[in-house]
């Protein structure tokens, strides 16, 4: 089954439940805002994905923690990531090994369909 991550008003994560519920693939939501995700989960997906390809450095809570003074480095940016997971672009796709991060329909039509 397919894991989303992310917030359920994001209107990335959104869309991304829709293309799912339109095409009828089951999928399991995890909710930033209702459970915290674990560091190793940060450590596992960036064996997959570049940490700058998960941290959203566009979103809110990036801006109201002022972290662009702080002109993190990769090793900041994964730390920061462990501790606020609302930095986390969203979502991110779990799927059999690999891992999807944001929305893009062309994208999705390929991997899933």
């Known amino acids: ?11 990335s994560v959104k869309k991304a439940l ?3 519920k339109k095409h009828n693939i089951e999928y399991k939501l995890f909710d930033f805002k209702t459970e915290v995700l ?5 450590d596992e997906w960036s064996q997959k994905v570049a940490i700058k390809t998960l ?3 566009r979103s809110t809570t990036y801006r109201n923690l002022k972290l662009k003074e ?3 480095d990769e090793s900041g940016q994964k730390e920061w990531l462990c501790k606020e ?3 986390i672009k969203r979502p991110v796709i779990e799927v059999q090994n690999r891992l999807i991060v944001g929305f ?6 390929r991997s899933f369909l």
């Open 70 to 72: 702080l002109n993190l």
């Open 1 to 11: 089954m397919i894991k989303v991550y992310g917030i359920k008003n994001c209107d």
């Open 18 to 20: 829709q293309f799912f």
């Open 85 to 87: 997971n609302l930095l």
């Open 55 to 57: 941290f959203n450095a």
């Open 104 to 109: 893009n329909e062309e994208n999705y039509n």
């Open 38 to 42: 674990p560091c190793e989960k940060i």
